[in-house]
């Protein structure tokens, strides 16, 4: 089941927040954030796993609750670089992380 | 260290036909992912290879294969295809099977008319 991305496209002027959520029907061990931008390839932002580690390599925060089974991505003071479609995913099987379901995705577009 | 490459990049098939597509990972990454993307169904998992074996399998009809060779490339066919075939096929790279990060390729756009 492919996990369920809010909202669909946001619009953002420079200096604004935004969260994207990600929530899925299964249970969740871990979430995967990606960002691909117009016509290039899905870049990896962060990882969330179960019991609350965060691997990431971007000034981006995320939280992951595995009750609600849901994980929301934080952009904080976004710049025009932040453009792009933001993709969550969700791992097929619970053992084996390199294959992921994503979400439809979040259009965010960050404007002057 | 070089990325992800695929060919070829764009690709123009007529409905029948069958087409292979071409992955090559980051050097010593030995787990290969495919892909694909449309604009309705968003990025869906194709299939997975590690070893030269398929690990995982999306669901897709068996018109779609793939195989992984020994030095890690990997390569995806379609057979006998259809217009709703159509899309960005992308191909994902990560160190081995239990990696969280995966790198992905440009893609191989294919269009079927």
């Known amino acids: 089941q492919q996990p369920v991305q809010s909202p669909q496209a946001v619009i953002l002027r420079e200096g604004e927040d935004a969260v994207i959520n990600c929530s899925s029907s299964?249970?969740?061990?871990?979430v995967h954030w990606y960002r691909q931008k117009h016509g290039e390839a899905p870049v990896f932002l962060m990882i969330?796993?179960?019991?609350?580690e965060q691997k990431g390599h971007e000034k981006i925060s995320a939280s992951f609750n595995e009750k609600k089974q849901q994980s929301s991505l934080y952009l904080t003071a976004s710049q025009l670089s932040y453009s792009g479609t933001y993709f969550c995913?969700?791992?097929?099987?619970?053992?084996?992380?390199?294959?992921?379901?994503f979400g439809t995705g979040t259009r965010l577009q960050v404007t002057l | 260290k070089a990325g992800v490459t695929q060919t070829p990049r764009y690709l123009i098939k007529t409905r029948g036909q069958q087409v292979t597509l071409s992955c090559s990972p980051i050097s010593g990454h030995r787990s290969v992912s495919w892909y694909q993307q449309t604009p309705g169904q968003g990025l869906q998992f194709l299939f997975e290879?590690?070893?030269?074996?398929?690990?995982n399998k999306g669901n897709f009809p068996g018109r779609f294969s793939g195989r992984q060779f020994s030095n890690s490339r990997s390569e995806m066919n379609v057979s006998t295809l259809e217009l709703g075939d159509s899309a960005l096929y992308l191909c994902a790279s990560s160190r081995d099977a239990s990696s969280y990060e995966q790198y992905f390729g440009p893609g191989t756009r294919l269009t079927v008319t």
């Open positions: 969330l796993l179960k019991g609350g």
């Open positions: 299964k249970a969740l061990y871990s």
């Open positions: 995913g969700t791992p097929i099987n619970t053992g084996t992380a390199s294959k992921l379901t």
């Open positions: 290879y590690f070893s030269e074996t398929q690990r």
